[in-house]
């Protein structure tokens, strides 16, 4: 995305020039899925695919805001003083929720601004567009007022907008990985501590692809809100034997010894997920660091396995991405990332085989789903921050 092409449409929208400029990327999870939520272990990293940003400073207490992906819902104004959800307010209901937890911390804002959004993550492809957009408008009023407001705040403000605002019971990996994010890296976060390690994502040899099965089935949040749910009864049952206060607690030992107590089989699968995925993660990054890509790989399709079978929040889409991308040659892995329940899947590709991999697996899928899939490379990014001219 060109600068001055923001810059223009920004223009067009307003009258007058833009001001600052900001980018906030999306993220895929390299591994670690569903343990956010039970104090597990995530690895995900951010993507150059991400939300921008054009901003001026307005003198009343407004905000208009226009998003180049949503010209038929206009712009939206709203006022910095009532920051309540509004379904109509669409896609700005994610800006209106940082803003109203943002002056909660730090007081009224002294005035609004107008806004012109482009964003180039597909939405509902589980890459994160909604995290994308809660950290760049956390940064933008950031930096636009000057706040004395950590990062680590910004991006737990981001959870709350999902979380309070939007009605999504998600944990902390999406608005972390946005926002706390370096070119280059992984991250390792322990979500029971948000201790973390940045983890070097060296790949001179392969491509990360991202393969979209532009799929997403219906009520995906009532289906990720009752993942959670069930993983709490679980825990609640396991909490009458064992001393945790999360199933990331736990070693796969210990839950093997008293997974008896958890009466459901649902439920002691979705448990049984949690659990082995947050250790398979441990793993993983520690098969990164060494060089051991092979076996980085192998724990990716466990990981898919997993959450096919225990955790079920795969689709046909998805399944066969991640089960047709392992039959390839030069594949070292592949998974599904994200929530699920449609979405895409990564893959790691040896360079020289990028080409014949994405003609494979995308006409198998055409051929058995009947429509197309979508395949990108992924590049890792920073997180969310102003993009200044010299760049
Ligand atoms: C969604 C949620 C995250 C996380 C993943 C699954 O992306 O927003 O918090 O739970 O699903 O790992």
Redesign the pocket.
């Known amino acids: 995305m060109e600068r001055k092409q923001l810059m223009k449409e920004f223009k067009e929208r307003f009258n007058y020039e833009g001001e600052r400029v900001f980018f906030s990327p999306g993220r895929i ?1 390299l591994i670690g ?5 039970n104090g597990g272990k ?1 690895f995900p990293c951010a993507i150059t695919m991400g939300t921008y940003g054009v901003v001026k400073a307005r003198k009343d207490n407004k905000v208009h805001a226009y998003s180049g992906n949503f010209p038929e819902v206009d712009t939206i104004v709203f006022n910095i003083q009532d920051l309540a959800f509004k379904k109509e307010d669409n896609w700005t209901n994610y800006v209106k929720g940082m803003m109203k937890y943002i002056q909660e911390q730090v007081g009224e804002l002294p005035h609004g601004f107008d806004l012109y959004v482009y964003g180039t993550i597909p939405n509902g492809a ?1 890459l ?1 567009s909604s995290a994308s957009l809660e950290l760049l408008t956390g940064v933008i009023v950031h930096d636009l007022y000057n706040l004395d407001i950590s990062r680590l705040d910004l991006v737990k403000l981001g959870m709350r907008t ?1 979380n309070e605002f939007l009605g999504l019971n ?5 608005q972390f990985a946005v926002g706390m994010a370096v070119k280059g890296y992984a991250m390792l976060l322990d979500t029971n501590t948000l201790s973390y390690e940045q983890v070097p994502v060296d790949l001179p040899h392969h491509k990360i692809v991202i393969m979209n099965s532009m799929t997403r089935r219906e009520l995906v949040d009532s289906e990720y809100n009752t993942r959670r749910e069930q993983c709490e009864a679980a825990l609640e049952q396991l909490q009458e034997v064992v001393d945790v206060s999360s199933l990331g607690e736990l070693t796969e030992e210990t839950f093997e010894k008293y997974k008896h107590v958890i009466k459901d089989d649902v439920l002691m699968r979705r448990a049984r997920h949690a659990v082995y995925e947050s250790a398979r993660t441990d793993r993983a990054a520690e098969a990164l660091k060494a060089g051991e890509l092979d076996l980085f790989g192998k724990y990716m399709n466990e990981s898919h396995i997993s959450l096919d079978e225990d955790y079920e929040v795969t689709i046909e889409a998805t399944d066969l991405l991640a089960r047709s991308a392992w039959k390839e040659p030069g594949v070292i892995g592949a998974r599904m990332t ?2 699920g329940f449609g979405g895409c899947c990564i893959a790691i590709v040896e360079n020289d085989e990028v080409k014949s991999f994405v003609e494979n697996v995308g006409s198998g899928f055409n051929e058995k789903i009947g429509h197309e899939a979508e395949f990108y490379i992924a590049e890792t990014a920073d997180g969310a921050k102003e993009w200044v001219d010299n760049e």
């Open positions: 999870n899925e569903h343990t956010d939520y995530v589980s994160s999902e998600s944990g902390i990996l999406d994200g929530g």
